[in-house]
Nanobody, 128 residues
Framework: QVQLVESGGGLVHSGGSLRLSCGASGSTFSSYAMGWFRQAPGKEREFVATIGRSGLTTYYATYYADSVKGRFAISRDNAKRTVYLEMNSLKPEDTAVYYC?????????????????WGQGTQVTVSS
């Protein structure tokens, strides 16, 4: 069982920045692909970003939704068992509950059904 705990959400003005963190339990964090998803009020949960698991090199493949590309950056620190989402140039439409998720097999994915564990979410509110 893997437990994921997000933190770092809050209220920010349009154009501002936030960094979300997601801490994971367990000793096999480096073998998980990780993802960030979000759900705005009245909308379905959507993919935000994903980062691959450890491989033969220190390079981690990343992939972003078009809506956040160039503004958000996903990264991971395996020693701290933590994945981050750096969010810059925030817009009111980025307002949502943000969830991190762990995929225990294979590479990163934008498909939420492929993830095995989820955090409880952290609220991000961007005011105009």
């Amino acid at each position: 069982q893997v437990q994921l705990v997000e933190s770092g959400g809050g209220l920010v003005h349009s154009g501002g920045s936030l960094r979300l963190s997601c801490g994971a339990s367990g000793s096999t964090f480096s073998s998980y692909a990780m993802g960030w998803f979000r759900q705005a009020p009245g909308k379905e949960r959507e993919f935000v970003a994903t980062i691959g698991r450890s491989g033969l090199t220190t390079y981690y493949a990343t992939y972003y939704a078009d809506s956040v590309k160039g503004r958000f950056a996903i990264s991971r620190d395996n020693a701290k068992r933590t994945v981050y989402l750096e969010m810059n140039s925030l817009k009111p439409e980025d307002t949502a509950v943000y969830y991190c998720a762990a995929k225990t097999t294979g590479w990163g994915s934008k498909t939420e059904d492929e993830y095995d564990y989820w955090g409880q979410g952290t609220q991000v509110t961007v005011s105009s």
